[in-house]
C-alpha cells in the first residue's frame, strides 16, 4: 500500500532532508523535496532530477537498516501521518467555515432584496414589486401629501423608510399636521421603516457612519427613533423593516444582529434607486420597462425619494403599470 504524508523533515544517518512529498512502498522511500538537499546517505539508491517541479525524486532503500533505524523511521512515519491528518482536519474545518460563511452571506443577500408583500394590495400589482420611499417625511412642501394621495387613488401601499432628524423638525413645526399624516401612512395600509435618527451615511471623526459605530449604537439609535414616532403618533409604534443609511452596511453581521435584537427584519436593500427609476419612466422607455419588471418573477424593490417630482413620475408609472397589467381597466 502506497503512503503519502504532505510534508515532513526527516533524519537519515548524518543527512538531513526537508521534504515536500513522501512515499513508501515496501522497503522502498520515494522523497520529493525543493528545499534542502541531502547531504550523506550511504543508502541512497538512487536520485531523479524533476525540471518541471524544480525538485529532486530521491529513492531510498531501506531493506538494509538495523531494527534501531527501521523503527526510527516507523516513528517518523507515524509522527508525520499524524501531523498530516490534523493538517488536513484543520483545512478541512476551515472549508467548511467557509463554506458555512458563503451560505449565511447567501441568505443575507436574499434577504436584502426581499420584501413581504402586502395585504391588500390590489389584483393587478405585482407581489414581488415593492415601492420604498425614502429621508421623509416631508411635509412643508407637501411632498408626502402628494405621494400619498397617488398611492391612496391607485389604493397601492408602500414602506416609507423615516428619518428621526426630519421627523423631529417637522413635529416641531407641524406638529398637528405630522401627528395626522403619519397615522394617515399607517392607517391607509402603508408601513414606516426604520432610516435612523440622523442619516449619517458619509461620516467623520467626529460623527462616524452609522454601521461604524458599535452594535449597542446602532440598537440605541433604533430605539430613539421608534420612541419619536410612537410619540408623534400618539400610540405605541415598534419597527419591523429597517434599512441603513445610504445602505452602509447591510451586510455587516454587527448591523444584522442590532436589527435582529430589535425585532427588525435583516436590512433592506434595493434593486433601482431613484435616479435610474426616473430615467426608466420617463419618455417612451417606461412600457419597455414596466413590461420588463412585469416578466421578473424574484423581488424588485424600487428605492424613491420624497422629491416634490416624485409623486408626478409615481402617477406615471402606475397608470402604465396598471394598463398593461389590466388592459380593460380604466387607468387611476
Known amino acids: 500500500m502506497l503512503s503519502h504524508c504532505a510534508w515532513g523533515v526527516l533524519a537519515v544517518g548524518v543527512g538531513i532532508l526537508l521534504t515536500d512529498g513522501f512515499y513508501r512502498a515496501g522497503s522502498f522511500l520515494y522523497i520529493t523535496t525543493k528545499n534542502i538537499p541531502i547531504t550523506s546517505v550511504s543508502t541512497l539508491t538512487s536520485s531523479i532530477p524533476d525540471q518541471k517541479q524544480n525538485a529532486t525524486l530521491f529513492i531510498i532503500d531501506t531493506s538494509n537498516y538495523s531494527d534501531k533505524y527501521s523503527n526510527d523511521w516507523q516513528k517518523e512515519l507515524e509522527r508525520i501521518d499524524k501531523e498530516y491528518k490534523e493538517q488536513?482536519?484543520?483545512?478541512?474545518?476551515?472549508?467548511?467555515?467557509?463554506?458555512?460563511?458563503?451560505?449565511?452571506?447567501?441568505?443575507?443577500?436574499?434577504?436584502a432584496f426581499t420584501m413581504q408583500?402586502?395585504?391588500?394590495?390590489?389584483?393587478?400589482?405585482?407581489?414581488?414589486?415593492?415601492?420604498?420611499?425614502?429621508?421623509?417625511?416631508?411635509?412643508?412642501?407637501?411632498?408626502?401629501q402628494n405621494i400619498l394621495n397617488v398611492l391612496w387613488r391607485f389604493d397601492v401601499k408602500a414602506t416609507f423608510f423615516i428619518v428621526g432628524i426630519h421627523l423631529e423638525r417637522n413635529y416641531a413645526i407641524l406638529p398637528q399636521e405630522t401627528t395626522l399624516l403619519l397615522?394617515?401612512?399607517l392607517e391607509e395600509g402603508h408601513q414606516i421603516g426604520y432610516h435612523s435618527y440622523e442619516h449619517i451615511h458619509i461620516g467623520s471623526r467626529v460623527r462616524p457612519r452609522l454601521d461604524k459605530q458599535e452594535k449597542e449604537a446602532i440598537i440605541a439609535d433604533i430605539k430613539k427613533s421608534q420612541d419619536l414616532i410612537s410619540q408623534v403618533l400618539e400610540r405605541p409604534f415598534s419597527f419591523s423593516v429597517g434599512r441603513m443609511p445610504g445602505g452602509n452596511g447591510t451586510f455587516n453581521e454587527h448591523v444584522i444582529e442590532a436589527f435582529k435584537e430589535s425585532g427588525l427584519e435583516n436590512p433592506k436593500s434595493w434593486s433601482i434607486n431613484t435616479e435610474f427609476w426616473e430615467n426608466a419612466v420617463r419618455g417612451n422607455k417606461i412600457e419597455s420597462y414596466v413590461k420588463g419588471l412585469l416578466a421578473r418573477k424574484?423581488?424588485?424593490?424600487?428605492?424613491?425619494?420624497?422629491?416634490?417630482?416624485?409623486?408626478?413620475?409615481?402617477?406615471?408609472?402606475?397608470?402604465?403599470l396598471k394598463n398593461i397589467s389590466e388592459p380593460d381597466s380604466a387607468s387611476g
Do not use: C
Not at 117 to 130: C, E, I, R, T, V
Not at 298 to 320: C, G, M, N, W
Open 117 to 144: 408583500p402586502f395585504l391588500g394590495q390590489p389584483d393587478w400589482f405585482p407581489k414581488n414589486l415593492h415601492i420604498t420611499i425614502d429621508d421623509g417625511p416631508m411635509i412643508a412642501n407637501q411632498s408626502l
Open 298 to 320: 424574484s423581488d424588485y424593490i424600487i428605492l424613491l425619494h420624497e422629491y416634490p417630482r416624485i409623486a408626478k413620475e409615481l402617477d406615471q408609472f402606475l397608470t402604465v
Open 183 to 185: 397615522n394617515r401612512i
Open 88 to 111: 488536513l482536519l484543520r483545512e478541512l474545518k476551515q472549508a467548511k467555515q467557509v463554506a458555512e460563511t458563503n451560505i449565511e452571506n447567501l441568505k443575507y443577500f436574499k434577504e
